[in-house]
């Protein structure tokens, strides 16, 4: 029968070396991303493919997926694609998801479960079979009321079955990888809205003042939504002294219009 946990602060076990924490603030101060999420945990424990998926009642939704080695096809999709089509309603981890949902956000569910404890000839065959997987191990958390988000790891032959310390090291990861992807996923939704202020200010500034350059709109919007200079530079992939010039001659059209032509007023104006 697959292993089923409940966490919600790290079970005991080793420390995190520094690379895996590297890896984990790399995961939390930016947008969800399968890539970074599967090199924080190979820190920690050999893993080949890592799947990011959305597990809702009608149907489970792949985010993305991710792989340590470089494939001629993209494996992680074909096998959620097979997935998806025969044998999500006799996956456990369904069931799972459901108790998640109904349970406090800070909790993580972890299942374990092994090829040979899959409970349909098919799924096992046509998966784990076929692309050589020995398990998977997933965990489960809902970053939003609801809405639960699985983290699915695969280990293939070459990496064999977890050992039992391997077992007790991703346990101890499982709840600060569930605080990881919640902060990252929050990143995402305050870098959505933060493009769509920057959409907006732009849009009224190019309206009422035609005489704006393109990237002057550009500058001055993202100047309104709070941005640093160095920000907007790595933002618009220019140096820091473009943005500068850029600010200047935006302000002294702003001022000549009556127009706000300081941060403070340009974001209650633009807002």
Known sequence: MPAIWSLDTPAPGPALNPA?????????SAPPSAARLLRAIHAVVPVEYLSLVSLQRDTPELIEGSSRHTHERD????????YRRSYWRSDSVMRLADRVARGPARDVAVLH????E???????????KRERLTERFTLLHAPTPGAVQAIHLYRDERQGLFRPDEIQQLLGLAPLLR??????????AVAADRDAQVAQARRKLLRLLPAL??????????????LSADGIAADLDVAPSTVVTL???????LAEAGLPADRLRLARWLA
Do not use: M, T
């Open 20 to 28: 895996a924490v590297s890896a984990l603030i790399d995961c939390a």
């Open 118 to 128: 899959l409970p349909v000839a098919g799924w096992r065959n046509e998966i784990y």
């Open 113 to 116: 479960c092994r090829a040979d």
């Open 247 to 253: 600010r200047k001659r935006a302000y002294a059209k």
């Open 213 to 226: 350059s393109p990237r002057e709109a550009e500058v001055v919007a993202r100047i309104a939504s709070g």
């Open 75 to 82: 494996v992680v999709a074909e096998c959620f694609a097979i």
């Open 179 to 188: 605080q990881a992807h919640q902060a990252s996923l929050a990143s995402q």
